[in-house]
Every structure is written in structure tokens, then in C-alpha cells.
């Protein structure tokens, strides 16, 4: 079980320095004032906005729809200004795509703010977020007893493939639509938990 809130590393572009933020439970109504309510208030296009697959997200419904599921978790990454610079919906009881009868974790939603895009906003206002999210999924599938396994659909851009390839996960499957199912096998998975320390 991950103890939060929990203090983790990003990275500010603006001081081009190491900053903490809190790693903490997303609930709705922190959702409904520091995600739907801000994080497309910034100034970008509105075609370079529905290029986002997520711009048409809304986190305190998402969050609402599995409020009373225990198996559901929603996490975010807020900066010491209070805002939310990242978020997290996962599910801990998924079944492994590559290790046959083997539990791990799924992430349905995660997705970093815009204004931390460097895509969208040149420079962004922080580095490290979608990083520091997924990094608790494995860190709390391992807890779990589920051996940091951690596995997710990715929306169909280079961007979004490149970020989890980087990070070792595994194509499982892909679509016609573009849509990739990854997965961080075990071992993969310790390995980067004993080089950030965790075990």
C-alpha cells in the first residue's frame, strides 16, 4: 500500500532545478478545482488542444464512477503552489498480458497538465510528472505483492510510445486504431525500483 501523501523529485524548467511536490490521493473536488477547472486555461490552440487525447477527459466524473470500488486508486502530483501538475486513475486487480496467472496493476487514465507539455507550452513549467506517476503504480503493485507489474493501453502517438518503450515496458498487443497495450514485466520492474531506491 503507498503511504501518502509522499514527498518525490520534479524537475522546474523555470529554475532549471530539482523541486519537491507531494505525491497524494486525486479525490473529486480536488479534481474539479485544480484539473477540469484549470489545466486547459492555457494559451494553445483549440485544434492543438483536441490533437490531446485527453483534452476531453473529466477527472471528477472519472473519479466519481469508482469512488466506492476499493480496487481503484487516483493519484496526483501537486507542486508546493498547490496546483495539480499530473494524475493517475489505476485499478490493482489486473491480470498480467505476459505472465500468465499473475496479478498486476492497470492504469486506465494518466496524463500530465498542459502547461507541463513542452509540445504545447514552450518551456514547460515542470519535467518529471508523467515519470513520478507511474513510478508509484509500480511501486505500489509491488506492495502489493504483485511484483511491480503494471500494465496500460497507450493513445495512439509516437510521443506516448516513445515515453513507455523508454521505460522498458513491453508491446502486448496493438490495433488498428493505433492503440497499444504495454506492460512492465517483473523484472524490468525491480530493476528501476532498486536504481530509484526502493528496494
Given at each position: 500500500m503507498l503511504v501518502l501523501p509522499d514527498d518525490i523529485t520534479?524537475?522546474?524548467c523555470e529554475r532549471q532545478a530539482p523541486v519537491r511536490a507531494k505525491l497524494v490521493r486525486l479525490n473529486r473536488e480536488l479534481a474539479a478545482k485544480e484539473v477540469d477547472g484549470t489545466w486547459w486555461k492555457i494559451p494553445v490552440?483549440?485544434?492543438a488542444r483536441e490533437a490531446e487525447g485527453d483534452h476531453h477527459w473529466e477527472w471528477r466524473k472519472l473519479i466519481g464512477l469508482h469512488r466506492s470500488e476499493l480496487v481503484w486508486e487516483a493519484l496526483?502530483?501537486?507542486s508546493t503552489r498547490g496546483g495539480v501538475e499530473g494524475a493517475s486513475l489505476y485499478r490493482v486487480d489486473a491480470i498480467s498480458q505476459i505472465e500468465s496467472g499473475e496479478g498486476a496493476v492497470f492504469i486506465d487514465r494518466l496524463a500530465v497538465a498542459p502547461s507541463n507539455r513542452p509540445w504545447l507550452v514552450n518551456p514547460p513549467k515542470y519535467k518529471?510528472?508523467?515519470t513520478a506517476l507511474l513510478l508509484a503504480a509500480v511501486r505500489h503493485s509491488y506492495s502489493?505483492?504483485?511484483?511491480g507489474r503494471v500494465w496500460l493501453?497507450?493513445?495512439p502517438t509516437e510521443r506516448t510510445r516513445d515515453f513507455y518503450r523508454k521505460r522498458g515496458f513491453r508491446v502486448i498487443f496493438e490495433d488498428e486504431n493505433g492503440m497499444i497495450d504495454f506492460e512492465l514485466p517483473t523484472g524490468v520492474a525491480q530493476q528501476w525500483l532498486e536504481r530509484e531506491g526502493y528496494l
Open positions: 520534479i524537475f522546474d490552440s483549440k485544434r496526483a502530483v501537486q518529471g510528472i508523467g502489493l505483492g504483485l511484483g493501453t497507450s493513445l
